[in-house]
T-cell receptor
Framework: SAVISQKPSRDICQRGTSLTIQCQVD?????MFWYRQQPGQSLTLIAT?????????ESGFVIDKFPISRPNLTFSTLTVSNMSPEDSSIYLC?????????????FGSGTRLTVV | DAKTTQPPSMDCAEGRAANLPCNHS???????VYWYRQIHSQGPQYIIH???NNETNEMASLIITEDRKSSTLILPHATLRDTAVYYC???????????FGKGTRLHILP
């Protein structure tokens, strides 16, 4: 199955600053998805990132706050901009796993962000 | 919004079968039922999926009712490592974005 490397695994940031999260996949994928998981909550989809086009954002998420880059078929970044304590969450990327015998999505291990 | 309803939590004794129910009464004829689980501090992990027929793999079995309005994920011999949040998801196909509901928090009791 696909292997996703997500960096950083965790960070503590000052409010008002920005953090860029990287997601590297070991195979080419068309779509990459970014999720947020607030403490004690389920996962919420932030946006879908297609290579060569603008990301598609879900309701409640905007590009100015969560800009996404997708420069090629194996890499994407999510930036959390102008952070506040409410942005403290785990951020995860995922891809459709097209490996042999694979059927679902593969998720990265997540970036645990704490904003102070 | 998620198209599924699951109990918020369940307990199961170690070594026994864990049966996790899911209601998806508005499922359409070409939508699949997927199950994922999330062990603490990890990303979600795919378990199994099905359309109409019951399915079994090395991790679990999936029983889908004939009217497809509900399903049950069965972990045949639960271990402490199966303690996790289990998500039942309805998707048109695997390229669809996944919308997560609240899931069921399964506690395996020693």
């Amino acid at each position: 199955s696909a292997v996703i490397s997500q960096k950083p695994s965790r960070d503590i940031c000052q409010r008002g600053t920005s953090l860029t999260i990287q997601c590297q996949v070991d195979s080419q994928v068309t779509m990459m998805f970014w999720y947020r998981q607030q403490p004690g909550q389920s996962l919420t989809l932030i946006a879908t990132a297609n290579q060569g086009s603008e990301a598609t954002y879900e309701s409640g998420f905007v590009i100015d706050k969560f800009p996404i880059s997708r420069p090629n078929l194996t890499f994407s970044t999510l930036t959390v901009s102008n952070m506040s304590p409410e942005d403290s969450s785990i951020y995860l990327c995922s891809v459709v796993d097209r490996g042999k015998g694979s059927y679902g999505y593969t998720f990265g291990s997540g970036t645990r962000l704490t904003v102070v | 919004d998620a198209k599924t309803t699951q109990p918020p939590s369940m307990d199961c004794a170690e070594g026994r079968a864990a049966n996790l129910p899911c209601n998806h009464s508005t499922i359409s004829g070409n939508e699949y039922v997927y199950w994922y689980r999330q062990i603490h501090s990890q990303g979600p992990q795919y378990i199994i999926h099905g359309l109409k027929n019951n399915e079994t793999n090395e991790m679990a079995s999936l029983i889908i009712t004939e009217d497809r309005k509900s399903s049950t994920l069965i972990l045949p011999h639960a271990t402490l490592r199966d303690t996790a949040v289990y998500y039942c998801i309805v998707n048109l196909n695997r390229d669809d974005k996944i919308i997560f509901g609240k899931g069921t928090r399964l506690h395996i009791l020693p």
